[in-house]
């Protein structure tokens, strides 16, 4: 070939490369822009959640309770989900009681970042997204306290039918790269929203959404730079923060009524939502997709 075919080689490819960076840019800028505007939109609201965490957060444990809501699940504490979620969500509000968490979490508890929740953060031992987990009782001091986890198994279950593992498939493929898959796996998570919720297999069987699987749908839109491509945005925002307790905290389940969504009967705040519902507005994910174009 000669020199002439190789400089005008050249020039092809750097210009494609241009014109691919130029895209991404704007697409990437598009979703950073939406999501600073949700992020002000709702800043009251976040800040009322963070306010329920830190009220939640017992001092001599250094981790947050289940809910406030009943005396049992006031004594219960979640290593994971709920204060692997919380030790982020807390990170812009309350720094200090977001690092004794995470300090808890590692130097206490043996956390290794080996939990299916880590798939958020990007921690790098976590297990398959379609891995089915456990209940684990860590520590029976009942009933001043009992402390509690979720441990991944060998059993599977289908990521198909459920929102928050398609969006846990989604992330994974972001954080390696794998663009096109990403996107596959959270379209299927996008196609489960019938204006109401995300009506997975859940929803299916026993009759409610669930808040948690929205946050996490809008987390992975802001991960993967799709939040412009997630028409029901405003909507789904909407029905989240409906769902917003007088105490801060974020009911998990609801229904459906003439006047829009109600908290499942018997249906309590917990910190593992309300975190999710902060993580998702507020904490920015290290190597997503929209980072590694």
Known sequence: ???WKWVALLLIIALTTFVFV???MNVFMASESLAEKDRKTYSLQLQRAADYLKANFNEDLKL???SPDTAEFARTYWLVADNL??????????????QEISMQLRNVWGYREDALHGILFNHKRVPSPACITVQVTVEDRWPAYIVKTEKATNKRLDIRDYAD??????LIEAFHG???QAEHYFRKAVKLWDGKGLADRVYQKEGYYETYKLAMLYYTAKALGKLDELKFREKLLSIIFKLQADNGGFYTRYTWSEQGPKPLPG??????????VIIALTYTPQNAMCWQS
């Not at 979620?85 to 977001?98: D, F, G, Q, R, T």
């Not at 249906?267 to 999710?276: D, G, Y």
């Open 64 to 66: 947050v309770c289940e």
């Open 1 to 3: 070939m000669s020199v």
């Open 85 to 98: 979620y919380a030790s982020y969500a807390l990170k812009p509000y309350y720094p200090e009681i977001a």
């Open 22 to 24: 130029y895209v991404f």
């Open 267 to 276: 249906a309590t705040t917990n910190t593992e939502t309300t975190s999710l």
């Open 165 to 170: 593992r398609l969006c846990y498939k989604a």
């Open 178 to 180: 794998n663009h096109s």
